[in-house]
């Protein structure tokens, strides 16, 4: 149960950053890290997702971070 409310308020973390129209930095990127963490622990199984389409979220996130570390690298 844990498990399922920590990698929902981190999926509500990732939300209101974008909300916030935030710069994907260094702190997004370990909010990230840890939520596919609780994702992969436990194989999508107990995880709490506001959306609907599991695939589409994450691969959004995927991109997100894909652009995040390149831009980290070349800041």
Known sequence: MWTSLE???LSRA???H????KVKDTEWIHVLLSYLATYIDNQGMEILMHEV???AYLTE???GLKTAVSELETG
């Open 61 to 63: 996130l995927m991109n």
């Open 14 to 16: 990732l939300d209101t």
């Open 53 to 55: 389409d599991k695939v």
């Open 18 to 21: 974008a909300d916030l129209s």
């Open 7 to 9: 990698s929902f308020m």
